[in-house]
Structures are given as structure tokens and as C-alpha cells.
């Protein structure tokens, strides 16, 4: 059903009636009088005093056009207003219906009583409902730092003022933000990230107002300084180790990651490098580059890997099983010893009785007697050189837009 619009008292035309000698006068208000395209609009005529007794009333619009007009209680209606405007005879009043853009203009009455007359207008403007407004950008996929953005909103009908918000905050003149002067379009200037919205944009006029859809931008950014991970997390790693590593950016779209140990690409691309069963020759600095194939941004971050392996026979370990063993066989030894001693010993005394004294040192040196030495100060394990604490040396470099073969040499192989 079609919604109407009625103005009451849009155009209040009072008739008042002086002295005999002031004459018949009306008044009516300054203001214009809108009216909606398909609505309804009345003028209401108040008679001072209420029984005075009108001879003739006419309706004109832009004092050309007849709307209507009667004489006593004959009344006529103007082409094209039969069935669309009524007059009130009580009241002298006059509506119009299922108004249209032609109906806008001045409408002036003219009444006579007794001889006097009296004639007072009133401008209506009819003003088409407004439509669901839109929201369109001069940039498809913004870039961070890169771009300015122009948002433009547009309705159907062209009387129409315009308000932006932020979400559920309205948008104003700020450094980087600046509106039109009718407020129609809204530019942003070095677009952030935090620029995504969403925006709506709030068009109204004197009859109707109505919300766009909501607007967000897709703002490309990044990547920004990437974070390393390794799990298990040690200072070094003993060969057959097996180790990951995580590469992460804020990025939009998702970065892309490559792998290099050394400043040499492993041709391993991806969030993660696993590595298993890892050997001395591994360790090194790794690098994980991160790319933005939008932006035509890159940045990196790096982690040295320490591997080490221990020398054979240097270092013993001393369980209490092996500790209680090395006791019980320096004690048997000793035992062992001693009795040699004393067989020889008891050997040379009974040469002597028998007067016969064997060549003992001769003896000794064509079988010496079995010894036990102590070694003192064994080499130690060689520890290598020191490694500092890895630490996360990180770089952020960006590329103009057109600077394509710089990027593209990066998908190859990075230098270190």
C-alpha cells in the first residue's frame, strides 16, 4: 500500500477578519512545504471569525494554473486534478494527492466576503524517497602506505545530503581523512590496515533517508618482521637431532616463505622446515624469507643452529656399578703385586742358602713384572669454538610496485 503523507497545518492560511474598515487579510508561513512523490499534502485554511461566510475561493499553482475553484457551493477542478485534489468546503481547505514532481511550485488562495478580498501562497516541493544508497572505491585492492583511497557514495535522486561513518562512528575532517564539500565522496589518504571499516554511508532528504550496505576495504599489507620458532628450543643439538622450524608474518594476502642455511636456498618453501636426523654439516644460520606477491614487500628473519658431536675416549662417565668395578679391580691389583714381590723375594733367599744366586736383573728385563700407572692429566673432549646465544637478527625491505625483478630474482635464490 502506498504510504501517504499528510502535511497537516504545512501551510496554515488563517483568515482573519478585522474591523469594518481594516478589510479581510491571511497570513500563511515563510518556510516551504515538502511533500513526498506518491504521498499526500494538505493546506489548511482557519476562517477568522469561524462563521464568517465565504463567497469565492480558487486555488492556482504559479498563478497560472487552476487547481480549484468555487462559488458558493459550486466547485470546479482544474485539468489534471479531478480525483487528485479535493476542497474542504467547511474549511475552504485543499489536499492534493499521489503528489508528483509537477506538483512542486507556488500555490496561492484567493477568498472574497461581503465585497473584501484576501489572498496569501505557499511554495511546496515535492521530493522524490531516497534509495538504498552504494559505495564505490577508486582502488580495488588498496595498498598500506601506497594508496589513497576515494570512497564515493551514490543515490538515485539528486536532493540528497550525505553522512559517512566508521562503523558506529561518523566520519570527520582529520589529517589524513578529508570529505567533499557536499560531503558526497571520502578520501583517505596513505591507507593503514585500520582503514578496513566497515563504512556506511547515511543519505536523506526533507521526506525519507535510507543506509547503504556495508563497505569494507581489503587493505593489502605486510609482511611484517617475521618471528622464528624452533622446537625443541636448545642451545645446541647433538647429531640425529630432529628439530622444526616456524616462520610467521602478519600479512595480507598470507606470505609466502622460503628456506635458506647460509645464504643457500634448501628449495624448501612453506611455514615450516622439518629437519630430521640432523648432521654437523647442518648447522648454520638459517634464514626464512617472507614475500608478499601484492605489496611486493619482503622481509626476513635468521637463527643459528648449533650441532656438535663428542670425541670418542675423552670424557668417561662414572656410574656407581663402574666406580664400585675400577675400586674392587685396584684392589685385586695391588693384591697381585704383592704376591709377585713375595715369590721373588722368598725366590732369592733360597738361592742364597743354596748358594746360588740367580741374575735377577737379568730376569726382570726378559720378563718384566706386570704394572699399574695412574694417568694423570688426560685430554679433555675439545669443546669447539663458542657460539653465542643465537640471537634473531631481522630485516624489512619493500619493493616499489615496480620493481618486479628484484622480486622475482628473490623466488630464485637470496644471497646472504
Given at each position: 500500500?502506498e504510504?501517504r503523507?499528510?502535511?497537516?497545518?504545512?501551510?496554515?492560511?488563517?483568515?482573519?477578519l478585522?474591523?469594518?474598515?481594516?478589510?479581510?487579510?491571511?497570513?500563511?508561513?515563510?518556510?516551504?512545504i515538502?511533500?513526498?512523490?506518491?504521498?499526500?499534502?494538505t493546506?489548511?485554511?482557519?476562517?477568522y471569525?469561524?462563521?464568517?461566510?465565504?463567497?469565492?475561493?480558487?486555488?492556482?499553482?504559479?498563478?497560472?494554473?487552476?487547481?480549484?475553484?468555487?462559488?458558493?457551493?459550486t466547485v470546479?477542478?482544474?485539468?489534471?486534478?479531478?480525483?487528485r485534489?479535493?476542497?474542504?468546503?467547511?474549511?475552504?481547505?485543499?489536499?492534493?494527492f499521489r503528489?508528483?514532481?509537477?506538483?512542486?511550485?507556488?500555490?496561492?488562495?484567493?477568498?472574497t466576503?461581503?465585497?473584501?478580498?484576501?489572498?496569501?501562497?505557499v511554495?511546496?516541493?515535492?521530493?522524490?524517497?531516497?534509495?538504498?544508497p552504494?559505495?564505490?572505491?577508486?582502488?580495488?585492492?588498496p595498498?598500506e602506505f601506497?594508496?589513497?583511497v576515494?570512497?564515493t557514495?551514490?543515490?538515485?535522486?539528486s536532493?540528497?545530503?550525505y553522512?559517512?561513518?566508521n562503523?558506529s562512528?561518523e566520519?570527520s575532517d582529520t589529517?589524513?581523512?578529508?570529505?567533499?564539500a557536499?560531503?558526497?565522496?571520502?578520501?583517505?589518504?596513505?591507507?593503514l590496515?585500520?582503514?578496513?571499516?566497515?563504512f556506511?554511508c547515511?543519505?536523506?532528504?526533507h521526506?525519507?533517508?535510507?543506509?547503504s550496505s556495508?563497505f569494507?576495504?581489503?587493505v593489502k599489507?605486510?609482511?611484517?618482521?617475521?618471528?622464528?620458532?624452533v622446537?625443541?628450543?636448545k642451545?645446541?643439538?647433538?647429531?640425529?637431532?630432529s628439530?622444526?622450524?616456524?616462520c610467521s608474518?602478519?600479512?595480507?594476502p598470507?606470505?609466502?616463505y622460503?628456506?635458506?642455511?647460509?645464504?643457500?636456498?634448501l628449495?624448501?618453501?612453506?611455514q615450516?622446515?622439518?629437519?630430521?636426523?640432523?648432521?654437523?654439516?647442518q648447522a648454520?644460520?638459517?634464514?626464512?624469507w617472507?614475500?608478499n606477491?601484492?605489496?611486493l614487500r619482503?622481509?626476513?628473519?635468521h637463527?643459528?643452529?648449533?650441532?656438535?658431536?663428542?670425541?670418542?675416549?675423552?670424557?668417561?662417565?662414572l656410574?656407581?656399578?663402574?666406580?664400585?668395578?675400577?675400586i674392587?679391580?685396584?684392589?685385586?691389583?695391588g693384591?697381585?703385586v704383592?704376591v709377585i714381590?713375595f715369590?721373588?723375594?722368598?725366590?732369592?733367599?733360597?738361592?742364597?742358602?743354596?748358594?746360588?744366586?740367580?741374575?735377577?736383573k737379568?730376569d726382570?728385563?726378559?720378563h718384566?713384572?706386570?704394572?699399574?700407572e695412574?694417568?694423570?692429566n688426560?685430554?679433555?673432549?675439545?669443546?669447539?669454538?663458542?657460539v653465542?646465544?643465537?640471537?634473531?637478527?631481522q630485516?624489512?625491505?619493500?619493493?616499489?610496485?615496480g620493481?618486479?625483478?628484484?622480486y622475482?630474482?628473490?623466488q630464485?635464490?637470496?644471497?646472504?
Amino acid at each position: 500500500m502506498e504510504q501517504r503523507i499528510k502535511a497537516a497545518v504545512c501551510a496554515v492560511l488563517s483568515v482573519a477578519l478585522r474591523s469594518s474598515c481594516s478589510g479581510l487579510s491571511l497570513t500563511t508561513p515563510t518556510s516551504r512545504i515538502f511533500g513526498r512523490v506518491g504521498g499526500d499534502v494538505t493546506f489548511d485554511v482557519s476562517p477568522y471569525p469561524s462563521n464568517v461566510v465565504l463567497q469565492t475561493v480558487t486555488w492556482t499553482l504559479n498563478n497560472i494554473n487552476t487547481v480549484v475553484s468555487s462559488v458558493g457551493s459550486t466547485v470546479s477542478y482544474g485539468v489534471g486534478y479531478e480525483g487528485r485534489a479535493h476542497l474542504h468546503t467547511m474549511t475552504e481547505s485543499l489536499s492534493l494527492f499521489r503528489l508528483t514532481l509537477r506538483d512542486s511550485g507556488q500555490y496561492s488562495v484567493s477568498i472574497t466576503t461581503g465585497g473584501e478580498s484576501a489572498s496569501a501562497s505557499v511554495t511546496l516541493q515535492v521530493l522524490d524517497p531516497v534509495s538504498v544508497p552504494t559505495i564505490q572505491s577508486n582502488v580495488p585492492n588498496p595498498v598500506e602506505f601506497n594508496d589513497t583511497v576515494t570512497l564515493t557514495c551514490t543515490a538515485s535522486v539528486s536532493d540528497v545530503s550525505y553522512r559517512w561513518f566508521n562503523g558506529s562512528s561518523e566520519v570527520s575532517d582529520t589529517q589524513r581523512i578529508l570529505l567533499s564539500a557536499d560531503s558526497r565522496t571520502l578520501t583517505i589518504s596513505g591507507v593503514l590496515r585500520s582503514d578496513d571499516g566497515p563504512f556506511y554511508c547515511y543519505v536523506y532528504n526533507h521526506v525519507s533517508n535510507d543506509t547503504s550496505s556495508p563497505f569494507s576495504l581489503d587493505v593489502k599489507y605486510g609482511p611484517d618482521l617475521p618471528t622464528l620458532s624452533v622446537r625443541p628450543n636448545k642451545p645446541v643439538y647433538a647429531p640425529g637431532s630432529s628439530l622444526i622450524l616456524k616462520c610467521s608474518a602478519q600479512s595480507n594476502p598470507t606470505a609466502q616463505y622460503q628456506w635458506f642455511l647460509n645464504g643457500t636456498s634448501l628449495n624448501k618453501r612453506g611455514q615450516e622446515l622439518e629437519i630430521r636426523n640432523i648432521q654437523v654439516d647442518q648447522a648454520g644460520n638459517y634464514t626464512c624469507w617472507a614475500f608478499n606477491d601484492v605489496t611486493l614487500r619482503y622481509a626476513a628473519v635468521h637463527r643459528v643452529i648449533d650441532v656438535r658431536a663428542s670425541s670418542p675416549g675423552t670424557v668417561f662417565i662414572l656410574t656407581t656399578e663402574s666406580l664400585a668395578g675400577t675400586i674392587i679391580g685396584s684392589f685385586l691389583g695391588g693384591v697381585l703385586v704383592s704376591v709377585i714381590a713375595f715369590l721373588i723375594g722368598n725366590s732369592i733367599r733360597k738361592g742364597q742358602l743354596c748358594g746360588k744366586v740367580p741374575d735377577v736383573k737379568a730376569d726382570i728385563n726378559e720378563h718384566p713384572p706386570s704394572t699399574y700407572e695412574n694417568v694423570h692429566n688426560m685430554k679433555t673432549m675439545d669443546k669447539g669454538p663458542s657460539v653465542t646465544s643465537p640471537s634473531a637478527d631481522q630485516h624489512y625491505m619493500g619493493l616499489l610496485p615496480g620493481k618486479q625483478s628484484i622480486y622475482h630474482s628473490l623466488q630464485g635464490q637470496i644471497p646472504a
